[in-house]
């Protein structure tokens, strides 16, 4: 069920909905509910608008080292509506922002995320939301095992299981822990969805340098899994064929692998200089023709279904719920040394103890030296 777009070599063979203008090329496929589409386009501006704040908060020192994903968002939020959240599982990368606020995560959790703060970690225990993973890919071995937990429940329950799905960057293809993750979960038949974010660049090593494969798609038929190419900016196309997805591992059919095809307009993280290792001219041309957020509100507009006024009104609102939200996060009480090791293990090891005990020891007696009060 392919429709090449044949505008760029990287997405031949992808699978769209929505041209890089908006026009649609299987107009079959686009909702319906007219209700739902401003939802998901307001789901994605909505993530796109924070990254944009993000990175001025960034550079007036409210934030550490960000990550942007400003011109990906239609692979990460288009994936996460095809979940049934909170219910389902998430596994974000370290650049999975846009996934957790279109999953629920509220904005001032990401911020405290962002500012290492413990806060960012204490997530909504009846979510099953994973917090982000800055080691390339070991998130995916991780998802194979809980989605296996759920199959297991789900037999034993009598009932549908829930699903997992996980993000990787197109350089966490080339880490052992891809291969160990997809692998299980092809063997034991795991509702499990894994999403390649494949935005051309592994910090400043080309997708060409990583592999000779063609696609990196055709990996999943080395492991025996469907696996299907998508334009990563078409939020419409994206949320589609991950809810084919869905639908597989929910039924017991096993996991399913999509690369989506997008690009990494921005610098790795607010600290890179792309200027180093790229030519601009090719990142200029994605963002500039290939805008996730202007080809479906082209459409949007262009079926009368929004308008300008709808759009300031919008970026208002977001505004002002970022506002609040910051608000929340500068608030949050300093945390102490020894809880940076608490939420590592749901019983802390032995080891652990041993550390937290002695990071308290050292607090002490650094406010009262020699044990003087």
């Known amino acids: 069920m392919t429709t090449p777009n044949l505008t760029d070599p990287r997405l031949e063979g992808t699978f769209c909905i929505l041209n890089e203008n908006g026009a649609p090329r299987q107009p079959d496929l686009v909702p319906t509910d007219t209700a739902r589409l401003r939802a998901m386009y307001r789901a994605m501006r909505r993530a796109r608008i924070f990254d944009e704040r993000a990175l001025v908060l960034q550079r007036q020192g409210r934030l550490g080292v960000y ?39 509220p904005m001032h959790k990401v911020i405290l995320s962002w500012r290492a703060h413990q806060g960012g970690s204490r997530l909504d225990p009846d979510s099953h939301l994973l917090p982000f993973y800055t080691p390339i890919a070991n998130q995916l071995p991780h998802t194979t095992g809980i989605a296996l937990a759920e199959k297991r429940l789900a037999a034993s329950e009598g009932r549908e299981p829930k699903v997992a799905l996980a993000f990787v960057g197109d350089g966490g293809t080339s880490e052992g822990d891809f291969h160990v993750g997809l692998n299980f979960a092809a063997v034991f038949k795991v509702p499990a969805i894994f999403v390649i974010e494949n935005n051309g660049w592994a910090i400043s090593t080309p997708t060409s340098s990583q592999t000779a494969a063609t696609t990196l798609a055709s990996r999943g038929e080395g492991y025996g899994m469907p696996s299907v190419r998508v334009d990563g900016n078409d939020l419409l196309a994206v949320a589609h064929v991950t809810a ?59 079926r009368g279904l929004w308008s ?17 939200e910051l608000e929340l996060a500068d608030a949050a009480p300093g945390i102490q040394p020894w809880e940076l090791l608490e939420h590592v293990f749901e019983t802390p090891t032995p080891e652990m103890k041993e550390q937290q005990a002695e990071l308290r020891a050292l607090h002490s007696e650094a406010l009262h030296p020699g044990g003087r009060a």
């Open 67 to 105: 990550p942007l994903f400003g011109g990906m968002e239609a692979t990460q939020v288009g994936a996460v509506l095809a979940l049934n959240t909170p219910h389902d599982w998430l596994a974000p990368t370290y650049r999975g922002t846009g996934c957790a606020l279109a999953y629920g995560l």
């Open 244 to 302: 084919e997805a869905v639908a597989r591992a929910r039924r017991g059919a096993g996991p399913t692998l999509i690369e989506a095809i997008t690009y990494r307009v921005l610098p790795h993280t607010s600290s890179d200089d792309p200027a180093r290792y790229r030519d601009s001219a090719e990142a200029d041309e994605w963002r500039e023709k290939r805008d996730p957020g202007m080809r479906l509100r082209t459409y949007l507009s262009g």
């Open 308 to 324: 300008d006024a709808q759009e300031e009104e919008m970026v208002v609102e977001v505004d002002a719920e970022l506002r609040s």
